[in-house]
């Protein structure tokens, strides 16, 4: 095998795993943006976790050491909402049922890593179904070092 070849293979095999890593974090998570109000549903068709609970996947790309307020609201069911940084792999770090008020969820992160965060936007319980609003604030960045986009 030549070394152009084995280049040309190495970078095939590049390219490739690139949407293998986003398909492991869930090809389809949604986009939230600062700003955003997303509005959803649950559904019986959506996918469940272990507890049987639906539930609707969401990614926000924003800047290491950006504090963000992520808020579930719903009228339909106990918004139950969790997510965790997206790198390498990806693994819940946060979670809240109550923290917005009434049966709302809330959570504040500060974003590491590449920036990325993915959501969860879920019930507490299991089977429920519903419609929803995500919303998505900016505090702004914490460390002014870190905001490369400044």
Do not use: K
């Not at 070849?5 to 095939?12: D, E, M, N, P, V």
């Not at 609707?56 to 808020?71: A, H, K, N, S």
Request: glycine share 14%; net charge negative; aromatic share 8%.
């Amino acid at each position: 095998m030549t070394a152009s070849r084995f280049l040309a293979g190495l970078t095939l095999v590049a390219l490739l795993a690139a949407p293998l890593a986003a398909q492991s974090f869930g090809a389809g998570a949604r986009a939230i943006h600062d700003g955003d109000a997303r509005t959803g549903a649950l559904t019986g068709s959506d996918p469940t976790l272990d507890d049987g609970s639906h539930y609707d996947l969401y990614r926000y790309d924003g800047r290491p050491g950006e504090t963000v307020v992520f808020t579930l609201r719903s009228d339909d069911f106990d918004a139950y909402l969790s997510g965790g940084p997206i790198a390498d792999s990806f693994e819940l770090t946060d979670s809240d049922d109550d923290g917005a008020g009434g049966t709302d969820a809330q959570i504040t992160v500060t974003l590491s890593g590449t920036g990325s965060f993915a959501l969860l936007a879920n019930s507490l319980g299991g089977g429920a179904t519903g419609r929803y609003t995500l919303t998505a604030e900016s505090l702004g960045v914490s460390d002014p070092a870190l905001d490369l986009c400044a």
